[in-house]
């Protein structure tokens, strides 16, 4: 059964940092995209960034570019989202997300993923 569990959500200031990770189990990332994407309150789920197998491929999009870091560790099978400089507008219910097939720039589409992870929330306050 595919399982996907994200963790490290909190409370952070605006310019700080958090790390999210996402463990995933019944399957291997061997071949598999791995997405991050985020649902802010009111607003429709979107895209943050993705992950190939291989780890060399990856996709952010504009609003996190230059921010957000993220990596996948195939041994552990965990994906890790690395967040800094966060924003106010950076809050929301960050969830993880897999298919099988490459990391492109259509993975940012919510509608590319097959398995999703039931979330972790991220609020950037002071």
């Known amino acids: 059964q595919v399982q996907l569990v994200e963790s490290g959500g909190g409370l952070v200031q605006p310019g700080g940092s958090l790390r999210l990770s996402c463990a995933a189990s019944?399957?291997?990332?061997?071949?598999?995209?791995i997405g991050w994407f985020r649902q802010a309150p009111g607003k429709e789920r979107e895209g943050v960034a993705c992950?190939?197998?291989?780890?060399?491929?990856?996709y952010y999009a504009d609003s996190v570019k230059g921010r957000f870091t993220i990596s996948s560790d195939n041994a552990e099978n965990t994906v890790s989202l690395q967040m800094n400089s966060l924003k106010p507008e950076d809050t929301a219910v960050y969830y993880c997300?897999?298919?099988?097939?490459?990391?492109?720039?259509?993975?940012?589409?919510?509608?590319?993923?097959?398995?999703w992870g039931k979330g972790t929330l991220v609020t950037v306050s002071s």
């Open positions: 019944g399957f291997t990332l061997n071949d598999y995209a």
């Open positions: 992950i190939s197998s291989s780890g060399i491929m990856t």
């Open positions: 997300a897999a298919d099988f097939g490459p990391c492109e720039d259509y993975r940012l589409d919510v509608d590319s993923m097959e398995y």
